[in-house]
């Protein structure tokens, strides 16, 4: 029997050897950039341009990125011992772990039926008409939102999935015209709402603890879990009130009124059965770490009585063990949740001592002299800085991606031209889940949604630039005003 290898893509590995190797040995290392920043640089380059042409599983890639780290020793070169506790520092990260055990318990939502009941109960309460059916599966993406860091599960997994029955119960299929008659709104409106329900909370989606990390690294001011969902709160809710109407006057669905609908959710209810102990026992552990999250028991009783995040979601998990919901098997076959953990850990590290061995300083205050010789006023320089961030996400197939390589440059560049610095980290952190609405594969939800045939690819781009320059309209002004009131800036 031959054995069978498993395949690299040769054209994107040829392209991230070659940017590694002519970032190494051929570009000059820049005056005032440490070399063994600039060799990481090369390795860094290296590996995003890997994940984005796909040349292995981003969690291969990471592996072989951690292995070259610790092989080259560019965080330390007197100490190969020192190299190789640097490129494993990643995994002592708790944001990590945060993210790896949210997505560990996120798997109780599908497990249970749990995320499918939600769902179904709205659409049975506000379906009668295709906007209110719209507005239910967009209540429902909010609600599990603080619980689903992978927001792929989320919008594609679990919404999806009920928009589509809803859809295929009126006769609304993706193989003709009948898609005009629901379908095609419905999944307008179901994707360009996940990029919402994203930025809301720190645990909405996977890179936005990375956006915490890097925002604490370069300026030591630290985003809780309570602090990020309130700053989101305000110009979400405009976010979320306005998208389905935009999509409505873009693509006016031809049935716009639907009173079978709650039946055919109540019937899909029944179908459920009723609610079972797993699911009580599920959604009592969401209380509690939403409890814990939000830092209830330290506004009440004190600091003292603070549990970190990380300890909540450890705890949450606990839960779901103890009693049965989920079983070790469950955990140990989530894939996504252990390949998160890995990648998460050596993208992190990566970006991590990239900032400690100031190569993202120098590339900050070059691009923030660049736009400061322009001589505009800070609030036009720091426009123009976000617009460069959020549509460069027509370049990379990852929003992890993009953020690693970019977020931590340009938040520094936009404190270099004297942005109010919290301004700015919301403004850019936020907008960094905003731009997922782009493109049709700019985030994990966006190909499942996009690849059900609902969409023609012009739809589908019209839609979201014309949701993205709303939404960042919206996060800008109404946001910042509010960020404003709540004395952030």
Known sequence: ????????????????????????????????VDPNAWHLLALFVGTIASIIGKALPIGAISIVAIALVALTGVTNPESAKDALQDSLSGFSNDLIWLIGVSVMIS??????????????FLVSIFGKKTLGIAYALGFSETILAPVTPSNTARGGGIIHPIMRS??????????????????KYLSLVTYNINPVTSAMFITATAPNPLIVNLIFEDSGFKLTWGMWAIAALVPALFSLIIVPLVVYYLYPPEIKKTPDAPKFAKEKLKELGKISLSELITMATFVILLFLWAGVPAMIFGEQFAVLPTTAAFIGLAILLLTGVLSWDDILKNKGAWDTIVWFAALVMMASFLGKLGLVKWLSVTVGTGISNLGLNWIVSIIILL??????????????????????????AGISLSSPPMLW??????????MMSITHYGTGTAPIIFGSGYTTLGEWWKTGFIISIINLIIWIVIGGLWWKVLGYW
């Open 166 to 183: 809803i859809a295929t119960s009126f006769n609304s299929n993706p193989e003709d015209d009948s898609r005009n008659k629901i379908g």
């Open 387 to 412: 617009l460069i961030y959020v549509y460069s996400h027509y370049f990379f197939a990852s929003t992890t991606a993009h953020i690693t390589a970019m977020y931590g440059a340009f938040f520094l």
């Open 425 to 434: 980290a919301l403004i850019l952190g936020f907008s960094s889940s905003l």
């Open 1 to 32: 029997m031959v054995n069978q290898l498993t395949p690299i893509k040769p054209i994107p590995t040829v392209i991230a050897i070659a940017l590694t190797l002519i970032i190494w040995f051929v570009i000059p290392v820049p005056k005032g």
């Open 107 to 120: 798997i109780s939502l599908i497990k249970t039926g749990l995320g499918l009941r939600i769902g179904y």
